[in-house]
């Protein structure tokens, strides 16, 4: 069986706001990492907080949110990693 995004984060209420991050690697931006889901912005800002404080990110990286709850499919950037 593999497992997809919505299997391990579903879009439920739980898991509604998804913290991305596509990692720098030389030249290019790397395919996309979830790496926090939450039920509301402020979950997923702490975490975002969280790891901050331990430097998990490269200045280059680029950070989004996305709002899976919304009608849209798959979901809306609430901050968008692609501006």
């Known amino acids: ?10 879009r439920d209420e739980e898991h509604r706001y998804r913290l991305y991050v596509f ?11 979830i790496l ?7 979950s997923v800002g702490e975490a975002f907080g969280r790891l901050l404080e331990e430097r998990e990110f490269h200045p280059l990286d680029r950070i ?3 709002d899976t709850g919304a009608t849209a499919t798959p979901g809306v950037w609430v901050m968008n990693p692609y501006a």
């Open 1 to 10: 069986m593999i497992l997809t995004t919505d299997d391990i984060w579903p």
């Open 64 to 66: 989004g949110v996305l």
């Open 23 to 33: 990692e720098y690697e030389k030249d290019h931006v790397a395919e996309a990492k």
């Open 36 to 42: 926090a889901a939450g039920p509301s912005l402020a």
